[in-house]
C-alpha cells in the first residue's frame, strides 16, 4: 500500500516535471537545433538556374566556393574586425562605467545611470541608426561642432554598433561589479595594496567572467548584423548583406545556407576561447 | 553513456524526420524549359469572387491608410464587391518569393520580375479582352520582351519611368548630358551615388554600348561573359568614387539634401522631391546614351483562387481616372493614354513624357537577364544569378 503510493507519487512527480520541461525543450530541438539541421543539410543543395527552385542532389560545390571566393574572404575579415572592434570599444567604455556605478555612485546616481544606460533600449534600433546617419552626415551635427566627421563607411558602421550595443556590454560587467564583496577591497587596501594592485589583482578577476559575457553579445550581435551597415556603411558591405543577397536578391537559398555556416562557426570557436579562458564557468 | 548515445540518437531522429517533412514543401516552379509551361487565359469573364489578395509596389494600391485623400481600392471595392487585400513588396525578388506562395491572386511586376514569373508558371497568360481598358494603353508597352513571350501577353501594363541622371548645380557645374559623369565619376570623388542592385550593372554595359562599340553589346541585359566582365571592370572603376549606393527612394532624397551624393543615378520621383523640399538645387536629364528604366505589368497568378476579381482589377487600376491618380501618387509616367486628360497637374504627362514613344524608345527596361539571351541573341549570355555575384564583387 504504501510502496504503491510511493510509485504514483514518483509518476505524477514525473507528469509535473515532464509538463514543465517539453515545452521548452521541444522548442530548442524543433525550433533551434532542428532548423540549424536544416540549414547544414541545405548546403549541401543546390538550385535549378532558370527557375531558383532548390534542387535536392548532394553537392559540396557550396562549402567549396566559401572557402575559396576571394569576395567571401574579404568580407569575412571584415566583419570579424568590425565585431572585435565593437567589442573592445564597448569593453573600454563599460567597465569604467560599470565600476563607478557599482562601487562609487550614490544609490540615487547609480539608478539614474541605470535608467540612462537602458533606456536606448525602448527606442528602435531603425531609429538609432539612422539618428547616427543625421550625426555624421557632411554638414551634419557632429561636423557643426567639432569640425570633423568620419563620414560615412566603416568608422561609422563600427561607432553606430558600438552605440547599440553598448548597454548589453555594461549590464553585465555592472552586476559582476557589484557581487564583488567590499570587505575584499577593504581588506586588500588594510594589507596596503595599492588601489591599481587591488583593482588588477582582487577585482579584475572576479569581473572578468561578467566583460566576457557582454563580449558574447557584442560579439555575436556584431557578427550578424547587416542593418546599420547599410544606413551608416557607405558603401560598405558586410557578410550579412552578401548572405541577405543570396538569399533574397538571388534566390539561391543553398548558398545562403552555405554562407551562414561562416557566423556560426565564428561564433561557436569564440565561445570556445572564451570557455578556455574560464570565464564561462561562474557566469 | 549508453544512455547518452541513445538520447543523441533520438535528437538525431527528430531532426531528420523534421528535414524530411519540410523538404517535401519547398518545390515550386518545375524543372528547367526554354517555354512557358503551356496554360489557357480566363475565356470569359464571370461574376467577382468577393475577394482579391494582392502583392504591389508601395503606393500602387492605396487603400487611404497613408493618406485619407489618395484611395482608389474603397472605390474599387463599392464598384465589384471585391474585398482587396494588400501585400506590399519592396523589391522583385520580395515579390517572386510571395508569388511562388500561391496564396496571391496577382501582382504589380516590373520587368525583372516579370519572366521568371511566366517561366516557373507562377503567372497565367492574359486574356486582354477581357480589360476593356487595354486597348487605349500605350502601344508602346504593349507585346513586349518583358511582358508577353511569342505575342501572348501575360499582363496589363500599369506605368513605366526611366533612370535618371541627376546632379547638384551647385556643386556639378558643367551640366553633364552623358552618363560619363557616374564612369568612373573621378571628378566628384566620394560624393558619387549609384542603384544597389545587380541590375545596376546594365547602366554600365548600356554606357559601354555607346563608348566601346568593340565589345558589340547590343542589349544591356544580354551580356555575354566578357561583355558583363567590361561591365564590371568599368563598376569597380566606379566603386572607388561611390559615397553610397541607394535602395530605399527617400534615403536618396536624404543624401542629396546633406550633400552625401552629389551626383548620380535617379528617379523622376526622387527629383520631385527635392524640388518641392527646396533644400538643394538639383537637375534630372536623360542622358544621350539613353537610359534604363522599369515598366510594371500587373499579372494574375496561375493558381489565383479570385480570378475574375483580377482582371476587373487590372482594368479598374487602368482606367484613366485612377491610372492618373497612381501615376501622380507615385511619380510615374500612366500606362493608358487617356490618363493625361485627369491628372491634376495638366503638364503631368508633358513631365514624365507619358505618349511620347521616342523618349520611351531610349528607355532599357529592366528584365531578369538570362543564359538564353532575352533579346533572342543565343545562348551564351550570363544570367542573373551571376550578375548577383558579378555585384557583389563590386562592392568587395
Redesign the interface.
Known sequence: MAADQGVTQGVSRRIRLAFLLVPPLAWL??AY??SL??LL?SAFWS????????V?TYTSDNIVRVLTDA?FR??TLRTIGIALSVTVICIVLAVPLALYMAKVASPRVRLALVVAVTTPLWASYLVKAYAW?MLL????PLHWAAGYTP??GLIATVLTLAYLWLPYMVIPVFAAFERVPNALIDASSDLGAADTTTLRTIVAPLVFPGIAAGSIFTFSLSMGDYIAVT?V???T?MLGN?IY??L?????QPLAAALSLIPLTAIVLYLLAMRRTGALENV | MRNTTRRVGAALAACAALVAACSSSTTSGGGSSTAPPKMEPLSALGNGEGQLNLVAWPGYAEDGSNDPKVDWVHPFEQKTGCKVNIKVGNTSDEMVQLMRSGQYDGVSASGDATLRLIYAGDVAPVNTKLVGNYDTISAFLKDKPWNSVDGQMYGIPHGWGANLLMYNTDVVKDAPDSWGAVFPGAANKGKVTAYDSPIYIADAALYLSKTKPELGIKDPYSLTEDQLNAAVDLLKEQHANIGEYWSDYTKAVQAFESGTSVIGTSWQVIANMLTSDNKVKIAAVLPKEGSTGWSDTWMVSSKAKNPNCMYKWMDWITSPEVNAQVAEYFGEAPAQTKACEFTSDKNFCATYHATDAAYAEKISYWTTPQKQCVDGSGNNCTAYSEWVDKWQQIKG
Not at chain 1, 248 to 252: D, L, Q, S
Open positions: 530541438v524543433v537545433l532542428g539541421g536544416v543539410l538550385t535549378d538556374e532558370f527557375t531558383g527552385a532548390v535536392r569576395v574579404t568580407a546617419r552626415s557632411p554638414e551634419g563620414g560615412y544606413i556603411g557607405g558603401k558591405q552578401i543577397g543570396q533574397v536578391t538571388a534566390n539561391n
